[in-house]
């Protein structure tokens, strides 16, 4: 599903984010990507679905190459991948259902699949009878369900949460990674970065390690291993 191959990242302020990173994440998997603040996660993250470009390496999703992927066709590779940010992200001055709905739009699908398949996700999140709140009517846990919603209407094979339960209090964490194991029960791809360290020692997944850029740990049913 990914392989990256010597993957380095540089920004403009000097900062080499990612140092020479090589893995594999196979089709299916669960991943937790763990490692202090400024570790590299985050830009991790985004280079998976292309909001950053490595200045060296190569990176495949699906056996195509991302790197070499001209602008016009990343749209075409979102549509495979759902994203949750750990700011929901959400557009204020639009309805649950709405919010929801603009992720199918985007990728030009038809008014009447958007219709079937709205419903359905939202009543998965839990989140039925709600769908014509707008996101300040909503608790911090509620906002996130909508923003899991809106990642996974489109059945993608790849679901990408960047730190989905950073804001959110203990039982509204673990509601929110229930649903995500659900989706990965389903054979979606998932891959986490997250500071969470119970949830990740208790759900015993595999768990990579990123300090200063660089992979120092990938372990199969791993642990957090750090002190929070």
């Known amino acids: 599903m990914i392989q990256l191959f010597n993957v380095t990242k540089v920004y403009s302020n000097g900062v080499k984010a990612l140092n020479d990173v090589s893995l594999t994440i196979n089709k299916g998997d669960f991943v937790f990507i763990v490692g202090p603040s400024g570790a590299g996660k985050s830009t991790f993250m985004k280079l998976l679905y292309r909001e950053e470009k490595p200045d060296r390496g190569q990176i495949l999703i699906k056996g195509k190459s991302i790197v070499r992927m001209k602008d016009k066709e990343v749209p075409l590779l ?5 994203v949750i940010f750990q700011d929901f992200k959400l557009l204020s001055d639009r309805t649950v259902y709405e919010n929801v709905a603009f992720a199918m739009e985007v990728v030009e699908s038809s008014k009447e699949e958007v219709e079937r398949r709205v419903p359905k996700v939202l009543e998965t999140v839990g989140l039925k009878g709600k769908e014509y709140r707008y996101p300040g009517q909503l608790s911090g846990g509620e ?19 960047d730190e989905p339960t950073g804001n959110l209090d203990p039982d509204n964490s673990w509601e929110i990674m229930d649903l995500l194991v659900k989706v990965n029960k389903r054979g979606t791809t998932v891959v986490m970065a997250t500071h969470a360290k119970e949830i990740v020692d208790m759900m015993k997944k595999r768990v990579i390690a990123i300090e200063k850029g660089k992979v120092v740990r990938d372990q199969e049913r791993g642990r957090y291993g750090y002190e929070n």
């Open 78 to 82: 979102r549509r495979s991948i759902g």
């Open 143 to 161: 906002q996130q369900r909508v923003a899991v919603a809106r990642a996974i209407v489109n059945n993608p094979d790849l679901l990408i949460a």
